[in-house]
């Protein structure tokens, strides 16, 4: 038995309610303050008056591609075209054909021929849905583009020819990625992973395999194109290991705002088209009716509104078991209709704040029409609709402090403030990283400091319902605990 004392342990039961001792015991808390007073302990751990959460959770990333991204070379810091190629043309010299984080700067094919047309040259784009090829690569795969880009299953294909890793490389990139997390706080992490690399099997293993070595709650989506392997597999929904849960079937129904395939109302300002059915409404629906015959929830990226209001109609007209929910993915643009639609489902909402402050004010030049509500949460929340706070890494940092601070103060780069009446509070900010985004694991014990409730905390100095926010972002974590046991420690 544990005794953590001389801390702050806000329990999220409102913004107020706070403890100043904690005993923990196997892995759950026993209880606070004056009850705990006659119990044995086993040790004692000073805080010295540090700010206590419960662990913080990612709802939606990508763990092993994060850990890539770790690991490979990145653009996202460049700031022009010629800082881009510069930055490539010393790499490719030193044998790396593989470029992450790549946004748009008007490098093209030919640009990239003249860094190398005897090797393959790959930029990934930030939204993961994209990448920039050269001719050589073109050639193999024997795909056309004037321009060198390609999106998604053209994309798709590159990355499944060009990126491929051996299972110990990959076990690696886990590692490293929920290392990282660590340091962050994020004690559980809702991804999407078990399509991309080396099949349902052996993905699964790596993390049965690294989750035994580093404990981290892991709530792995399913893509439908894996979904008859898992069962096959005869593994049940949701837990299958002290750290892992199987969760809902994952479905793209479009594309994104920087590829101009999220499905809009309208279309594309100056284009003929308004983004891009990932299926038709009649495939999807026998997707579904497949889905719910196997008792099996639903996780749909959608994006554009036109998207999310035909994803709706499905989900009313097939709903899920009872007791069970879907879950949407993004939810990025919608009308009050389809809102207040979406509020009578069992629909929990996984939601990336961080996008506001890298789609705009950009995004906004694309609309021939501006959309109703754009990333409305405040809107969402109002109309008793769960939100789960993520960060889609490695599309965002997974730093939980960046999404907090963009869902309260909605600040644009140049300083501007985003539609202030869609900002939410602290605490509801809070929430979303903690109680809202424990809710789709199903667990009744998760996402606040009670008692009987998983000892998953994270610790920082500062009191975040209260800390300067123009320093807020910087916000540092001290202490990571995940099941009792400490997995990150500054020093204190």
Same mark, same amino acid.
């Given at each position: 038995?544990?005794?953590?004392?001389?801390?702050?342990?806000?329990?999220?039961?409102?913004?107020?309610?706070?403890?100043?001792?904690?005993?923990?015991?196997?892995?759950?808390?026993?209880?606070?303050?004056?009850?705990?007073?006659?119990?044995?302990?086993?040790?004692?751990?000073?805080?010295?008056?540090?700010?206590?959460?419960?662990?913080?959770?990612?709802?939606?990333?990508?763990?092993?591609?994060?850990?890539?991204?770790?690991?490979?070379? *990145?653009?996202?810091?460049?700031?022009?075209?010629?800082?881009?190629?510069?930055?490539?043309?010393?790499?490719?010299?030193?044998?790396?054909?593989?470029?992450?984080?790549?946004?748009?700067?008007?490098?093209?094919?030919?640009?990239?021929?003249?860094?190398?047309?005897?090797?393959?040259?790959?930029?990934?784009?930030?939204?993961?849905?994209?990448?920039?090829?050269?001719?050589?690569?073109?050639?193999?795969?024997?795909?056309?583009?004037?321009?060198?880009?390609?999106?998604?299953?053209?994309?798709?294909?590159?990355?499944?020819?060009?990126?491929?890793?051996?299972?110990?490389?990959?076990?690696?990139?886990?590692?490293?990625?929920?290392?990282?997390?660590?340091?962050?706080?994020?004690?559980?992490?809702?991804?999407?992973?078990?399509?991309?690399?080396?099949?349902?099997?052996?993905?699964?293993?790596?993390?049965?395999?690294?989750?035994?070595?580093?404990?981290?709650?892991?709530?792995?989506?399913?893509?439908?194109?894996?979904?008859?392997?898992?069962?096959?597999?005869?593994?049940?929904?949701?837990?299958?290991?002290?750290?892992?849960?199987?969760?809902?079937?994952?479905?793209?129904?479009?594309?994104?705002?920087?590829?101009?395939?999220?499905?809009?109302?309208?279309?594309?300002?100056?284009?003929?088209?308004?983004?891009?059915?990932?299926?038709?409404?009649?495939?999807?629906?026998?997707?579904?009716?497949?889905?719910?015959?196997?008792?099996?929830?639903?996780?749909?990226?959608?994006?554009?509104?036109?998207?999310?209001?035909?994803?709706?109609?499905?989900?009313?007209?097939?709903?899920?078991?009872?007791?069970?929910?879907? &879950?949407?993915?993004?939810?990025?643009?919608?009308?009050?209709?389809?809102?207040?639609?979406?509020?009578?489902?069992?629909?929990?909402?996984?939601?990336?704040?961080?996008?506001?402050?890298?789609?705009?004010?950009?995004?906004?030049?694309?609309?021939?029409?501006?959309?109703?509500?754009?990333?409305?949460?405040?809107?969402?929340?109002?109309?008793?609709? *769960?939100?789960?706070?993520?960060?889609?890494?490695?599309?965002?940092?997974?730093?939980?402090?960046?999404?907090?601070?963009?869902?309260?103060?909605?600040?644009?780069?140049?300083?501007?403030?985003?539609?202030?009446?869609?900002?939410?509070?602290?605490?509801?900010?809070?929430?979303?990283?903690?109680?809202?985004?424990?809710?789709?694991?199903?667990?009744?014990? &998760?996402?606040?400091?009670?008692?009987?409730?998983?000892?998953?905390?994270?610790?920082?100095?500062?009191?975040?319902?209260?800390?300067?926010?123009?320093?807020?972002?910087?916000?540092?974590?001290?202490?990571?605990?995940?099941?009792?046991?400490?997995?990150?420690?500054?020093?204190?």
């Amino acid at each position: 038995m544990i005794l953590w004392k001389n801390g702050y342990f806000h329990t999220l039961i409102d913004d107020k309610h706070m403890h100043h001792q904690m005993a923990t015991d196997n892995g759950l808390i026993v209880g606070f303050d004056d009850e705990v007073n006659d119990l044995s302990f086993d040790q004692e751990i000073d805080l010295k008056s540090l700010h206590v959460y419960p662990g913080f959770v990612d709802a939606h990333l990508h763990l092993i591609g994060y850990g890539q991204k770790l690991s490979q070379v *990145t653009l996202d810091a460049c700031i022009s075209k010629t800082d881009t190629l510069v930055k490539i043309d010393k790499h490719v010299k030193l044998g790396v054909t593989f470029f992450e984080g790549y946004k748009p700067k008007g490098v093209d094919k030919t640009d990239l021929n003249m860094i190398s047309d005897h090797s393959p040259i790959i930029l990934r784009h930030s939204d993961y849905h994209s990448v920039t090829v050269n001719d050589f690569v073109l050639e193999e795969l024997n795909l056309l583009s004037q321009t060198g880009y390609l999106t998604e299953e053209d994309a798709k294909l590159v990355i499944k020819v060009f990126n491929k890793q051996d299972k110990k490389t990959l076990k690696k990139a886990l590692e490293n990625s929920i290392k990282k997390l660590y340091s962050y706080g994020i004690t559980g992490g809702h991804s999407d992973d078990l399509f991309y690399f080396n099949g349902f099997s052996e993905t699964l293993d790596i993390f049965q395999e690294t989750l035994n070595i580093n404990p981290f709650r892991a709530h792995l989506l399913m893509h439908y194109m894996i979904i008859d392997e898992y069962l096959e597999s005869n593994l049940l929904f949701l837990d299958i290991h002290k750290y892992l849960q199987l969760g809902a079937v994952k479905i793209f129904y479009d594309g994104t705002f920087t590829s101009k395939t999220a499905l809009l109302k309208y279309n594309y300002l100056n284009e003929s088209q308004n983004g891009l059915h990932m299926f038709t409404k009649h495939q999807l629906e026998k997707l579904i009716i497949k889905l719910r015959s196997k008792k099996l929830p639903l996780a749909i990226h959608v994006i554009g509104d036109l998207g999310l209001k035909e994803v709706i109609q499905l989900l009313k007209k097939y709903p899920p078991e009872k007791g069970l929910h879907d &879950r949407i993915i993004h939810g990025s643009l919608a009308d009050l209709e389809t809102i207040k639609s979406m509020a009578t489902c069992p629909i929990i909402m996984d939601i990336q704040p961080q996008f506001i402050t890298s789609d705009l004010p950009e995004i906004l030049n694309i609309f021939s029409k501006k959309p109703d509500y754009i990333y409305p949460f405040k809107t969402y929340l109002d109309e008793h609709i *769960t939100l789960c706070g993520s960060s889609d890494a490695p599309v965002e940092d997974p730093n939980p402090f960046k999404g907090m601070h963009a869902a309260i103060t909605r600040q644009l780069k140049d300083g501007t403030i985003f539609q202030k009446e869609q900002c939410i509070s602290r605490f509801e900010a809070l929430k979303l990283y903690t109680s809202y985004a424990n809710i789709p694991t199903y667990k009744k014990n &998760r996402g606040y400091l009670k008692k009987g409730y998983i000892a998953d905390l994270t610790m920082t100095k500062e009191n975040i319902l209260t800390s300067d926010l123009d320093k807020f972002v910087d916000t540092k974590v001290k202490m990571t605990v995940i099941d009792e046991k400490i997995v990150f420690n500054q020093d204190i």
